[in-house]
Each structure stands twice: as structure tokens, then as C-alpha cells.
């Protein structure tokens, strides 16, 4: 088990904006920073990022947590994984207290595939480094494709020895099981007898985003008819091939860096082109776009280009999955090649700066590109042209109209004009498109919650239909509700900054709301917690106490609750005269709202309390008196409407 000592060290030196920005494309905004989601589809950021508090959360999905959330969450993690990539991510050195041997055994179920991948790359390398029938074979194939050593270093290129089991011999004596072996792919069983996968194969190591080896891509070098050019990990608990990209782990940054994500066919155009000094690449290792290896890619950019030689193969390969990157809001640009030029030969040939240029100048958008393509095979055939006609109204018809209107009329008319079509028909073809989308995704949804019995809502047919995203659906708590953990809020948030007439802050709200008056029990269980911690040590709990509580669910609502609205743009200030207000001018009218609102709630409250008495009391002098307390009473009212405006006021009748 790690130790206490050492997770409050990791946690102490993880800089979240340092950790979060190796997955996804933080841009600064006043304090924060935001991004494009990385747990749900959207095309406008709603994820922020407090560095000072070390939190972050999603206004779209609701998203929330810390570092090690993030790295958790993200990566499909337990915390002690977690834990543990930060301390590898920051050279920690983690304390362990023994653990028991249920506890080894199950520690090692959960990390066996990767220590095993981990093991296998390491061995494939070395092989290819320093064992001559690795450097004779292996080796020169690289040199002969031009890979300079630390090309091979940043890839972790290997080889498997030729010999039929030379691979799992030797991981049989390091301690590995057959079973597992064959789980990773690395080994096969056949009549009893086990031998390599990869033998006699260069050996390309596959990296998740946090470079962790999930698997392994392997090429043949000797001619044969029998077996693949290529052969991959099969899909297992780490390595599922839809979610992965070839080379985004080295690629990464520059992605980010460059705001642009070029995508080729294979494992040797990533490497050559970075070699080549091209670092924005990865590669889907030739099968068709999927929706989580877009939300990869939209985590750091939402331009793609698709880099192809313009044999037809490489042309369908390209297409494939792209009206789904169109869709999620893509700037999808192809770029062919020189004729009998790959990635590969063209930036050995050009270097890196020609490279990048023929890209700038050669880039076509998708739709215009699947035009030209298409007509050019159409000819006279108007069964063709039709099928080209609907293959294109669908490409257009995913394209988001509320946030892509101007580009979406352009191409209607464009792909009118040149396929030769009425433009009023072509916008009924694509709204059927868009209609068809919607029934088809609100079945489905019926279909998961077992509602297949009710009626599809079907759109008005139209231009004006649009994609709209997803959000999650909840009950809007009441304003009691929003208000007592409003209260919270102040409270670790300004509890011990100055009040006048006060010790502070947490000494004025100590004194005047009535925990009693509180609905939700955490909210009371809190407030309780946080002065009894006060009064017995003299310390007020910060938000790190909060963020870091050893109660997952108060962790998990703290790191929501505590962080902060959206900054104003520093634009708002130049353009308008908008500026955020600094904190000594915004907390006392935070904390004088707040109570208000707890105030108000205890008046209202007494005045209930009032009026039924007034109807019960038979006694003159008492009804006076009576009167009299509920016109004290509904001054004080005034006085806090007078101060704090009707809103809190209206929130409490409609809730009273």
C-alpha cells in the first residue's frame, strides 16, 4: 500500500495545468484555463481548469476532481495507478507498506498486462540493439529506411529473434504465465506447444496517451505469400484498436503547439516524418476513423489534415470516417502527394520546412475533394451521379448548421452548381439525412431505457434542423438547495478573510445562520464539521482540506462546488469596459448575499409563525403586541430587499 506521506507528496507537487496539458489543449483565460472536453463531445470549451486550487470541472457534463481524478478517469485507472503515474510523471519516489499476499495478487491482476508490455518492449529493443541477429536483421532494416538512433530511442523499436519461442522461453524464466502471454498476444498456443507471435519481425511498441504500452504493431521481413505484412495485438483489457492512434503519445505536443493534426496510413510514415523534423502526426494504421480516436484528437486540435499518395486504396482508406469528423466540427483538409511519393519518401526527399509548404498549398476541404473525385468517375452514368448526389447531401447534412451555417450554405451551393442539381432538392436530401439521423439516434436511446412503446418526435423538415448536443438531465434542486451549499462556499472559501464588526468571516456566519434551518444533512454535517474543527484547534479548514477529504463524496462534491465561475475575457475589458473585480471588492458582497438569503429564510419563517398566532389569539394587548413584531419583522424584510434587490426574495416565496 502506498503511504500517506507519499501520496501527500504527489499530490503536492502534481501541477494540474502541467498534468492535464499533456492530454488535452489548455488556453488561458483571466486566472483559468479551458478546453474542449475530454469526457464528452462538444465543439465550445466548458472545461475549466484552476490552477491555484488545483481542480477542474466541466460546465457541459459536470464533470469534476482533481489531478488524480483526471489521470484516473482519463486513462481507466485505479487511484493507487494513478498515484502511481504522477510519482513516475515526476521522478517521486512512492514508500509502500507490505502488503498481503490477497492484496499482492490482486494488485497484480490489475498491472499484469502492462509490466508484461512493459517487460516484452524493453526485450524486443534490446534484441535489436545488442544481439547480433537483431542487428543484422532488424537493425539494418531501419538504417535502411533512414532511422537515426534516437528515432529508434523515441519509438522504442525492437525485434523478435527468428526462432520459434525465443521470446517466451525467456519470459517463462522472468516469471511470466503462458496464460498471460497469449492474453497479450505475444505468444500461441498450438498442440501443446508454444512459440512467438512476432518472430522474426521488427516490433513497433503502441503508447497510450500517457506512454504506457498498450501494444504492439509487428512487420515481416522475409518475402512469403503465407504470412500478413503486418500483424497487431489483439484486443484485450488494454490494447481496443478503435481508440487508439499511432504515435499520439510522441505526437502530442506538437499537435497541440501547431493547432494541427496530420494523419497518415502507417507506423513508418509517423517515424520518418518526425525524423524528418514533421511532428503533428499519428497514424489509425489504416482502418477508418472512429468517434474515440476523433475525441483524441479534438483533446488537442480541431484541424485535421490527411496526408495520402493517391493510389485509389489510399483515397477510400482516407474517406472513410470523415463525414464523422465533419459531424464534431473538424476543418478536414486532404492533401494528395506527388505521384509515387508517400510521407515517407516526400520529407526525405523535401526536409521538413517543403514539406509543410506542399502541405499549405496542396490542402483540398473533404466535400470539395469527394466532388472531384467522384465526378471524374461518374462520367455519363446518371445511376452514379445519383449515388455521388446522396453521398454528398449526407457529408453536408453533418455538418452543425448553429455553428457552421455560413459553411454550410456555401458547399449546398457549390455541390449544386457543379454536380448539376436543383439547390431547393438538394436541401430536402439533406434535411431527409438529418432526419433519419435523429429517429435512428432517439430509437436507440429508447431502445437503452426500454421505451421503445413511444412515438418518435420527428423534426419539422427544413433547413433549420440542427444537431444539438447531448447533456445530462437532472432534477433542478430548489433554491433551499442551491443556497445552503452557496453558504458553504463563502464559508471555506472566505472564512477567514476580515469582516467588519467580526473576528472574520466564518465568526459572522457563525453567528447568525441556524445550522437547524438546514434541509440537506451533508450541508449541515459540513457546517458542523468545519467549526468544530475551528473551535477545538484554532485552524480554519481551506479548500485543499475539502478538495483532498478522505470522504470520496465530499471530495467529489467539493471539487464541483469550489471552483470558480468562468472568467470575464480580458477582450471584455478592451472592448467594452468589462473587468473581473478583484477579491477584497467581491467577497463582502458574496458574503453579504449569502446570509441575506439565510436571513430572509428565518424571517419569513417568524412571520409564518405570526400570522398563526394572530388568527388563534383572543387577547386585545397580545394582538397589539402581536402586530406590532410582524411590522418590526416585515421591516427587517424590507431592509434586506432594500440592501440585495427582490431575486432572493422571490427565490424564497416560490420555495417557502
Known amino acids: 500500500m502506498i503511504t500517506p506521506a507519499s501520496i501527500q507528496e504527489v499530490m503536492n507537487r502534481a501541477d494540474i495545468v502541467d498534468v492535464l496539458g499533456q492530454f488535452i489543449r489548455l488556453r488561458k483565460r483571466g486566472t483559468n484555463y479551458i478546453a474542449n472536453c475530454p469526457f464528452h463531445n462538444e465543439k465550445t470549451p466548458s472545461f475549466n481548469v484552476s490552477q491555484a486550487k488545483g481542480i477542474y470541472k466541466c460546465f457541459g457534463c459536470g464533470k469534476a476532481g482533481d489531478v488524480v481524478t483526471f489521470v484516473k478517469e482519463h486513462e481507466k485507472l485505479t487511484y493507487p495507478e494513478a498515484i502511481r503515474w504522477l510519482a513516475d510523471y515526476y521522478k517521486i519516489t512512492l514508500e509502500e507498506t507490505e502488503t498481503s499476499p490477497e492484496q499482492q495478487q490482486h494488485q497484480m491482476a490489475g498491472e499484469a498486462l502492462r509490466i508484461l508490455n512493459d517487460y516484452a518492449a524493453k526485450y524486443f529493443n534490446n534484441t535489436l540493439l545488442h544481439e547480433d541477429e537483431g542487428q543484422l536483421i532488424g537493425l539494418s532494416y531501419f538504417r535502411q529506411r533512414g532511422f537515426r538512433k534516437e528515432i529508434i530511442d523515441r519509438f522504442l523499436l525492437g525485434y523478435n529473434p527468428d526462432k520459434g519461442d525465443t521470446f517466451y522461453r525467456e519470459a517463462i524464466a522472468k516469471g511470466y504465465s503462458a496464460e498471460m502471454l497469449e492474453k497479450a498476444g505475444l505468444a500461441k498456443n498450438r498442440n501443446g506447444i508454444y512459440y512467438d507471435v512476432y518472430r522474426g519481425r521488427v516490433i513497433f511498441p503502441i503508447h497510450n496517451m500517457t506512454g504506457r504500452i498498450v501494444g504492439f504493431g509487428a512487420r515481416i521481413l522475409k518475402t512469403t505469400d503465407k504470412a500478413p505484412k503486418y500483424i497487431n495485438t489483439p484486443e484485450n483489457e488494454l490494447y481496443i484498436k478503435s481508440r487508439i492512434l499511432y504515435g499520439m503519445y510522441q505526437s502530442r505536443q506538437a499537435i497541440a503547439k501547431q493547432d494541427e493534426c496530420l494523419l497518415v496510413e502507417g507506423y513508418t510514415d509517423v517515424i520518418s516524418l518526425h525524423q524528418g523534423g514533421v511532428e503533428n502526426v499519428v497514424s489509425s494504421s489504416g482502418t477508418s476513423l472512429t468517434e474515440d480516436q476523433l475525441r483524441l484528437i479534438a483533446q488537442l486540435t480541431k484541424n485535421l489534415t490527411i496526408l495520402y499518395d493517391g493510389d485509389a486504396a489510399g483515397i477510400k482508406a482516407a474517406l472513410r470516417g470523415l463525414d464523422m469528423a465533419l459531424s464534431q466540427s473538424f476543418n478536414v483538409q486532404l492533401v494528395l502527394l506527388p505521384d509515387g511519393e508517400d510521407p515517407d ?162 465568526r459572522l456566519i457563525e453567528s447568525r445562520v441556524d445550522p437547524n434551518l438546514f434541509k440537506q444533512d451533508m450541508v449541515k454535517d459540513l457546517f458542523n464539521g468545519y467549526f468544530q474543527l475551528y473551535n477545538d484547534t484554532g485552524v480554519l ?98 431592509d434586506i430587499l432594500k440592501r440585495h434587490g427582490t431575486v432572493v426574495y422571490e427565490a424564497k416565496k416560490r420555495n417557502g
Request: cysteine-free.
Open 345 to 506: 519518401s516526400f520529407v526525405q526527399k523535401s526536409g521538413a520546412a517543403r514539406f509543410h509548404e506542399y502541405i499549405k498549398a496542396h490542402k483540398q476541404d473533404v466535400i470539395s475533394f469527394r466532388m472531384q473525385v467522384g465526378l471524374a468517375d461518374v462520367g455519363d452514368d446518371p445511376v452514379k451521379r445519383s449515388k455521388l448526389v446522396n453521398e454528398i447531401a449526407e457529408s453536408i447534412s453533418r455538418i452543425n448548421k448553429a455553428e457552421d451555417f455560413a459553411l454550410q450554405s456555401h458547399y449546398i451551393r457549390l455541390a449544386a452548381q457543379k454536380m448539376q442539381v436543383d439547390e431547393a432538392g438538394l436541401i430536402n436530401l439533406i434535411n431527409k439525412y438529418i432526419r433519419d439521423r435523429i429517429e435512428n439516434e432517439q430509437r436507440q436511446t429508447r431502445r437503452a431505457e426500454g421505451l421503445s412503446q413511444q412515438p418518435d418526435v420527428v423534426p419539422e423538415p427544413g433547413l433549420e434542423v440542427a444537431h444539438t448536443e447531448d447533456q445530462p438531465t437532472e432534477t433542478k434542486p430548489d433554491a433551499d438547495h442551491n443556497q445552503e451549499w452557496q453558504l458553504i462556499r463563502v464559508l471555506i472559501e472566505h472564512g477567514d478573510k476580515p469582516y467588519e464588526g467580526s473576528d472574520n468571516v466564518a
Open 541 to 638: 479548514p481551506d479548500t485543499q482540506y475539502y478538495i483532498r477529504h478522505t470522504d470520496a463524496a465530499i471530495r467529489s462534491r467539493m471539487t464541483s462546488l469550489l471552483h470558480p465561475p468562468q472568467a470575464i475575457s480580458s477582450k471584455w475589458k478592451e472592448k467594452y469596459g468589462i473587468e473581473q473585480l478583484p477579491d477584497t471588492v467581491v467577497y463582502p458582497n458574496d458574503v453579504d448575499s449569502t446570509l441575506s438569503y439565510f436571513e430572509l429564510k428565518k424571517i419569513l419563517f417568524v412571520q409564518q409563525q405570526i400570522m398563526l398566532r394572530l388568527k388563534e389569539e383572543q387577547d386585545p394587548k397580545k394582538l397589539l403586541a402581536l402586530q406590532e413584531f410582524f411590522m418590526t419583522v416585515r421591516k427587517q424584510e424590507k
